[in-house]
Structure formats: C-alpha cells, structure tokens
C-alpha cells in the first residue's frame, strides 16, 4: 500500500498539472480570440478561478501538505458533480467520460484509508 501512496500522490499531482496547462492554453486561446474581436475579458477572469488552486493544489500534493489533500477533494467533487449538469445542458462527449473516470479515480485513490493517514499524519507533531 505505500507503494500506491507514494506513487499515487505524484500521479495525482501530474494529473492536476496537466489541468493547468490546459487551462493555460484554453486561457491563451480565448485571450487572442477576444482580442481580435473586441468581446469582454469575463472567461479570462474564470479561467484564472480553475488555474490558481489547481497549481496550488498539484504542488502541496507534491509536498504533502494537508490543505491540498483537502483542496484536492474539494476540487475533484467539483468535478464530478457538474458533470449532470453539463449533460443537461449540452450532452455528454467522449472527453466528458474520460475526465469523469480520471476524476473519479482520483477522488478514490484520496479516500484510501492509507492516503488519509499519511496526509493527517504529516501535521502532527512528535
């Protein structure tokens, strides 16, 4: 089992890095569309709301860090549940399905009991 938590964390840390370079590139995407067509700067504010934990959260899951593992939670639960309602209102693609079962992967490999020990262990003291 420690093999699975210590691997699994930079698993799950790539996994929320290659959040951030996506929402990189989508932010670079609507930037140059927006400029050449004069429209309001709204989903670069948004996009920044997606990019700013992921890259906390990657790297205090990196570090071991408490407020990432529940960052991590918080931001994979996020995930799964708007995924009703993107299926209400456009249906769901293949890529929806992909990111649901990472996500979903994700959030079990956080409720292992080894990986709540580890990450609750590291904030104690001697």
Known sequence: MTKLVNWGRWVVAAYFGMIVVGSIAGLFAVIISHVRENQSF?????GFFLLVPAVACAWGLVKWRHWAYVLAL????FAIFTVPLTYKVS???ASDWELLILNCATLVWLLLPAVRARYSRRNQFA
């Open 42 to 46: 709204y989903p670069v504010y948004m």
């Open 74 to 77: 918080v931001l994979t639960s």
């Open 91 to 93: 249906g769901l693609h």
